[in-house]
């Protein structure tokens, strides 16, 4: 692996400590029956989530989880984090991100896989930035660094860019270097991470860390807006709102020009 084989050797240990070998009968329902491939039983867990059959459901992804199916084991980890179906169980979802890094980092950037193991190593690299509570998984910034930093250079991932530029900005993990931050936010940013847009239009309206681009500024801002849909979102629309109000009506009328450009780029 190109990634540190003792970092993910280290995740897999810590949670298959907690969950044992038996991962698929966690509710308690028996394995799908017959000598069922994992293609088949992830299939027919797919089937069951869209038809609403989430115990059914449970059962094959984890059957197909345990016979190495990365996306069963990803869709998993996905529920356990998010509580979809599930008890929201973090050490759950921990672990089937682990198993996906632990196999797979290495798989190609333009591999079917690659999208599935860059959002496994970035949501390892968040729990590794916070820790779990009541667990054996500590914080530990500079590990959550090496996860963002892989994801995000080997596999191009956008997450992963946002969240490197946000450890470079506050200083954590590594000493702050927003030559760096914006580096990778502009990368991001090309790439349609609406956080990234946010803060990337937000300091070049404001001139932090680089030649101040109001214009270009309030198109980041606006495209970031136009994405955002939740209330974790606000403070995106705050920043959009305090720049446009202090715009300029030819730096609106730029930002519109560019905005324009920007989509008719995208649709090309």
Not at 2 to 21: M, P
Not at 147 to 155: L, V
Not at 257 to 263: D, F, K, P, T, V
């Given at each position: 692996?190109?990634?540190?084989?003792?970092?993910?050797?280290?995740?897999?240990?810590?949670?298959?400590?907690?969950?044992?070998?038996?991962?698929?009968?966690?509710?308690?329902?028996?394995?799908?029956?017959?000598?069922?491939?994992?293609?088949?039983?992830?299939?027919?867990?797919?089937l069951a989530l869209k038809q609403g059959?989430?115990?059914?459901?449970?059962?094959?992804?984890?059957?197909?989880?345990?016979?190495?199916?990365?996306?069963?084991?990803?869709?998993l980890g996905q529920m356990y984090a998010?509580?979809?179906?599930?008890?929201?169980?973090?050490?759950?979802?921990?672990?089937?991100?682990?198993?996906?890094?632990?196999?797979?980092?290495?798989?190609?950037?333009?591999?079917?896989?690659?999208?599935?193991?860059?959002?496994?190593?970035?949501?390892?690299?968040?729990?590794?930035?916070?820790?779990?509570?009541?667990?054996?998984?500590?914080?530990?910034?500079?590990?959550?660094?090496?996860?963002?930093?892989?994801?995000?250079?080997?596999?191009?991932?956008?997450?992963?860019?946002?969240?490197?530029?946000?450890?470079?900005?506050?200083?954590?993990?590594?000493?702050?270097?927003?030559?760096?931050?914006?580096?990778?936010?502009?990368?991001?940013?090309?790439?349609?991470?609406?956080?990234?847009?946010?803060?990337?239009?937000?300091?070049?309206?404001?001139?932090?860390?680089?030649?101040?681009?109001?214009?270009?500024?309030?198109?980041?801002?606006?495209?970031?807006?136009?994405?955002?849909?939740?209330?974790?979102?606000?403070?995106?629309?705050?920043?959009?709102?305090?720049?446009?109000?202090?715009?300029?009506?030819?730096?609106?009328?730029?930002?519109?020009?560019?905005?324009?450009?920007?989509?008719?780029?995208?649709?090309?």
């Amino acid at each position: 692996m190109q990634i540190s084989d003792t970092l993910i050797a280290v995740a897999v240990a810590g949670a298959a400590a907690v969950l044992g070998s038996a991962a698929w009968a966690f509710d308690g329902t028996s394995a799908p029956s017959g000598r069922m491939s994992a293609v088949e039983a992830f299939r027919n867990g797919s089937l069951a989530l869209k038809q609403g059959e989430k115990a059914k459901a449970l059962t094959s992804l984890q059957y197909a989880a345990e016979n190495g199916h990365p996306l069963a084991q990803w869709k998993l980890g996905q529920m356990y984090a998010k509580g979809d179906g599930v008890p929201r169980n973090d050490m759950r979802a921990f672990e089937y991100y682990s198993r996906i890094a632990n196999s797979h980092a290495d798989d190609r950037p333009e591999s079917p896989r690659a999208r599935i193991v860059s959002s496994a190593l970035v949501a390892l690299g968040n729990y590794y930035l916070d820790g779990i509570p009541n667990s054996t998984i500590r914080r530990d910034p500079a590990r959550a660094r090496e996860m963002f930093h892989y994801a995000a250079t080997y596999f191009a991932d956008p997450d992963a860019q946002y969240d490197l530029a946000r450890l470079y900005l506050d200083g954590v993990g590594a000493p702050r270097d927003p030559r760096q931050a914006v580096r990778w936010l502009s990368l991001a940013s090309h790439k349609g991470q609406y956080q990234a847009q946010a803060l990337l239009g937000a300091m070049l309206f404001k001139g932090e860390h680089l030649r101040r681009q109001a214009s270009r500024g309030l198109m980041w801002l606006t495209l970031a807006r136009d994405s955002a849909a939740g209330p974790e979102d606000a403070w995106i629309n705050e920043l959009y709102d305090s720049a446009f109000t202090q715009a300029t009506d030819d730096e609106r009328a730029v930002a519109l020009i560019y905005l324009e450009r920007w989509m008719k780029h995208r649709r090309d």
